[in-house]
């Protein structure tokens, strides 16, 4: 584990060798040095939330694939490039399944049960931060790129424009999209405690919904995701 750990640095430039040479040079080193100095013990816990999963597959793309299979996928590259960095983690679900209660019997209850218990589970872990992951769809094809959304207090806010910046500038120079409050999420709006929902792609665009299946995007969505968190810590003291 201390070899991992020693050398995790060496792993993520590795992964970040896929972005441009500018990118390298200007997100890739920085994220190296971030995550280096922040290897200790964190006080905090990362809970990650693969959206959806068992019956409730979420959106399918434009190829049939369900979004909870990809949501898990790149939640489990983040888990492990988390702990790499050696932060403590938890995850809602690490398999295709629903997180409903035994009682919960028609669709619509295990559904109600199952956004329950992920509260629950997010709100008993101390010093929690949330980061759930999802896939947007539209029914115009034409559009694509990731974007953040939090829950309408501050330290969400700050999060969420943290990954937002990070997830714009590694994934996409082009894409403009801002993080945003949404006031109907019920995950968002129940956990006590800093939260992000990520839509990693447009699963209606076919060549970023190709894209999003392969295991070289996923780990750059994930390197993405760590480099918006080191921001954000970095900023507040309180919890790093």
């Given at each position: 584990?201390?070899?991992?750990?020693?050398?995790?640095?060496?792993?993520?430039?590795?992964?970040?060798?896929?972005?441009?040479?500018?990118?390298?040079?200007?997100?890739?080193?920085?994220?190296?040095?971030?995550?280096?100095?922040?290897?200790?013990?964190?006080?905090?816990?990362?809970?990650?939330?693969?959206?959806?999963?068992?019956?409730?597959?979420?959106?399918?793309?434009?190829?049939?694939a369900l979004e909870?299979?990809?949501?898990?996928?790149?939640?489990?590259?983040?888990?492990?490039?988390?702990?790499?960095?050696?932060?403590?983690?938890?995850?809602?679900?690490?398999?295709?399944?629903?997180?409903?209660?035994?009682?919960?019997?028609?669709?619509?209850?295990?559904?109600?049960?199952?956004?329950?218990?992920?509260?629950?589970?997010?709100?008993?872990?101390?010093?929690?931060?949330?980061?759930?992951?999802?896939?947007?769809?539209?029914?115009?094809?034409?559009?694509?790129?990731?974007?953040?959304?939090?829950?309408?207090?501050?330290?969400?806010?700050?999060?969420?424009?943290?990954?937002?910046?990070?997830?714009?500038?590694?994934?996409?120079?082009?894409?403009?999209?801002?993080?945003?409050?949404?006031?109907?999420?019920?995950?968002?709006?129940?956990?006590?405690?800093?939260?992000?929902?990520?839509?990693?792609?447009?699963?209606?665009?076919?060549?970023?919904?190709?894209?999003?299946?392969?295991?070289q995007y996923q780990?750059?969505?994930?390197?993405?995701?760590?480099?918006?968190?080191?921001?954000?810590?970095?900023?507040?003291?309180?919890?790093?």
């Amino acid at each position: 584990m201390w070899f991992i750990k020693r050398y995790a640095w060496v792993y993520l430039l590795a992964v970040l060798g896929a972005w441009a040479f500018s990118s390298l040079l200007s997100g890739g080193v920085r994220l190296a040095a971030q995550v280096a100095a922040m290897t200790e013990s964190k006080p905090m816990t990362i809970v990650l939330d693969p959206g959806h999963g068992g019956a409730d597959g979420g959106a399918v793309s434009c190829s049939g694939a369900l979004e909870s299979g990809l949501n898990l996928e790149i939640s489990l590259r983040l888990n492990d490039l988390l702990h790499l960095a050696g932060y403590r983690t938890r995850m809602t679900r690490s398999t295709d399944v629903s997180i409903h209660s035994p009682e919960a019997q028609t669709v619509s209850e295990r559904k109600i049960s199952d956004l329950r218990n992920r509260v629950a589970l997010v709100n008993e872990t101390d010093h929690a931060l949330l980061i759930s992951i999802h896939q947007n769809f539209f029914e115009q094809p034409k559009y694509h790129g990731a974007q953040v959304f939090y829950a309408p207090e501050r330290s969400s806010e700050e999060l969420a424009e943290a990954m937002q910046a990070a997830l714009s500038s590694c994934l996409d120079p082009d894409n403009h999209r801002a993080a945003k409050p949404d006031r109907t999420v019920y995950l968002l709006q129940n956990v006590h405690c800093p939260a992000a929902l990520i839509e990693c792609g447009f699963l209606s665009n076919p060549p970023e919904e190709q894209r999003l299946h392969t295991a070289q995007y996923q780990k750059q969505i994930a390197c993405a995701v760590l480099s918006g968190l080191c921001d954000y810590l970095a900023e507040r003291t309180d919890l790093s």
